[in-house]
């Protein structure tokens, strides 16, 4: 029957029942399907596997069905001549970003990148650069975009008057995001579209010293609604582009942390397509941000795994970097402000109680510790709601309320959530970026017992990611962030913490890898079917050189994936 295969598959125990042994015509069919599926499964055998499982950790082959998910998880002998025909890689289950932006990492990638400028030419040189090469870059119809710029590198807030100082930049629409994407800067031609006298806004700040153009947070809003958005066609290249570079780094899916329902219209149409390479769980995000708004968005799942729409983003807070993530007690460095709520906390308990009693997941952003316990008090008092009577744990179980980035908490904020179960979603290389200034903005007291949890909240089972574009997307590097508490651009923790920074905080191996796999399959509802490698699981795995394992903790920085596959699918190889 080996004429029945298709090209590269492998026969691998291939039995048939007589029709003797089938009773009724269901069970005919079901046989008939498993035993077609398994006869056209396809068999991966490496030097190792690494399952995720509990029982047989490590394997060196698996089977994959043709609906593209893994049928067999096996251990053949090394005498065999599966084992001794092997790929020379290492397989791992495939990787997962627990909180990204997949549309603006695509908009990042086709546009000015000013990531680790050290001063305002240098952000000038970088754009006059990009028009060379985009001459349409900054009409009115088409504005110049980039991002990753932060005062503290420049020296001070950056102003309008700061691009119109390079006279072939005076007369182009530009607008650049901060760093944390909390802010925008944007050029004299940006500006004068808004009325002469600006008003400042609830939840945000026009920074008006040195001079003006930068808005933070809700203040962002009325240059946004000016901004001419990008067309579907145009959305479209940005997400393969996002797509083809999330492969590359061994990402098989992502948390898509807050998608407008236009948007998500557009994910269901291409989902379908095959060069939809990434599986997206989706965060609805209103328009209006922080409302109640199911008339706009449904709750839709694809069968075979590729979109999920299920869970809604929320926001308390800003972010550190530009003062605005909200705080019990004023900033060290600037004791004028406590940061900004983006929402009062009556209406936070309300919307977050009102999705979840439409059957969807409430994500919270909070960064700062008076956000956290906000946020925190939201969920308890929609658990207590929606389950009245109930144990709140078991029903955060069946819930899964998340706090996304969940990164300043006070210690009694802390303990509220393991009494809850509340899932937090955090960013390693965040704590990384951060600790060149936490303890500036912070003191060192508040750092000590609030910033940065990671190894305190395992009991929690916590979700690790990157936020990009905010950061990388590599889960490499988010890796060796969580578990050395250093830079993994340099290898390098602030002076005074030589062997990384508060590293009681860090993960072991294992502990990060399960953060970027079984994190995320738990925090987005697919347990047992990402994250893992094993019978039923979808198909998706990464090969890379090396075991993770055998490797030296500094070699986790430039991890290099040889392959990725997405249901049974190979959608990277390394040239």
């Known amino acids: 029957m080996d004429w029945l295969l298709p090209p590269g598959a492998r026969r691998d125990n291939f039995w048939i029942y007589s029709s003797a042994t089938i009773v009724g015509l269901a069970g005919l069919v079901k046989l008939r399907q498993g035993a077609l599926n398994f006869l056209y499964s396809e068999t991966h055998c490496y030097q190792s596997v690494r399952t995720n499982q509990a029982v047989y950790p490590y394997v060196n082959c698996f089977s994959v069905s043709p609906g593209g998910t893994f049928s067999k998880v096996f251990q053949a002998s090394a005498d065999s001549e599966l084992a001794q025909n092997a790929d020379p890689g290492y397989a791992i289950p495939g990787l997962w970003d627990g909180h990204g932006h997949l549309l603006q990492y695509g908009e990042f990638l086709n546009s000015v990148d000013v990531f680790g400028t050290q001063s305002m030419e240098e952000v000038r040189s970088r754009i006059r650069e990009y028009v060379n090469d ?9 504005w110049l975009r980039g991002v990753g710029w932060d005062q503290m590198a420049l020296g001070q807030m950056p102003t309008s008057a700061d691009l119109t100082a390079d006279a072939t930049l ?32 609830d939840g945000g700040e026009v920074i008006r010293e040195p001079g003006m153009g930068v808005f933070c947070d809700n203040a962002m809003d009325m240059v946004i609604a000016l901004w001419p958005k990008p067309d579907n066609k145009k959305k479209q290249q940005f997400l393969q582009s996002a797509m083809s570079k999330l492969n590359e780094v061994g990402l098989v899916g992502i948390h898509d942390a807050g998608v407008s ?26 328009y209006e941000r922080n409302t109640f708004c199911p008339k706009e968005a449904h709750r839709y799942v694809d069968p075979d795994g590729r979109l999920s729409i299920q869970s809604v983003k929320l926001f308390a807070d800003g972010a550190l970097g530009s003062w605005g993530s909200a705080l019990i007690e004023p900033y060290t460095d600037r004791p004028d402000t406590s940061g900004s709520l ?19 997941q409430v994500n919270i952003h909070a960064i700062g510790d008076l956000a956290n316990r906000l946020a925190v008090d939201a969920i308890t008092a929609a658990l207590r709601l929606l389950c009245p009577g109930q144990d709140i744990r078991a029903c955060q179980s069946r819930l899964r309320f998340r706090i996304e ?29 951060d600790m060149a200034y936490a303890e500036k903005r912070l003191g060192g007291e508040r750092t000590r017992n609030e910033a940065y949890r990671m190894r305190s909240l395992l009991d929690v089972q916590p979700i690790l990611g990157s936020d990009f574009p905010v950061e990388p997307p590599s889960p490499f590097q988010g890796i060796y962030a969580a ?19 508060y590293t009681e905080e860090s993960l072991d191996l294992d502990q990060a890898i399960r953060g970027f796999t079984e994190g995320p399959a738990y925090g987005g509802f697919t347990k047992g079917k990402s994250g893992v ?20 903790i500094e070699d986790l920085r430039t991890v290099s994936v040889r392959e990725t596959w997405v249901g049974g699918r190979m959608v990277y190889k390394r040239g």
């Not at 985009?134 to 088409?142: C, F, L, V």
């Not at 490698?533 to 030296?552: F, H, K, N, Q």
């Open 261 to 286: 329902p236009g948007n998500l219209e557009l994910y269901k149409t291409l989902a379908r397509r095959d060069d939809w390479t990434v599986r997206v769980y989706a965060m609805i995000e209103c």
């Open 342 to 360: 983006l929402v009062n906390a009556s209406e936070l308990v309300y919307v977050t109680t009102a999705w979840a009693a439409q059957g969807f």
């Open 483 to 501: 578990v050395t508490r250093k830079s993994p651009h340099t290898g390098q923790a602030p002076e005074g913490f030589p062997n990384g920074w």
């Open 134 to 142: 985009n001459p349409k870059a900054g009409s009115r119809e088409a």
């Open 170 to 201: 005076a007369d182009l629409y530009i607008m650049l995001d901060r760093v944390d994407v909390h802010c925008i800067w944007v050029s004299q031609a940006v500006l004068d579209l808004l009325p002469h006298s600006i008003p400042d806004v």
């Open 405 to 433: 980035h969940s990164q300043i908490i006070h210690p009694d904020d802390q303990a509220r959530i393991h009494s809850v179960g509340i899932i937090p979603s955090i960013q390693p290389t965040h704590a990384t970026s």
């Open 533 to 552: 490698i094993r019978p039923g699981a979808y198909a998706d795995w990464v090969v890379l050189d090396r075991p993770l394992e055998t490797m030296s």
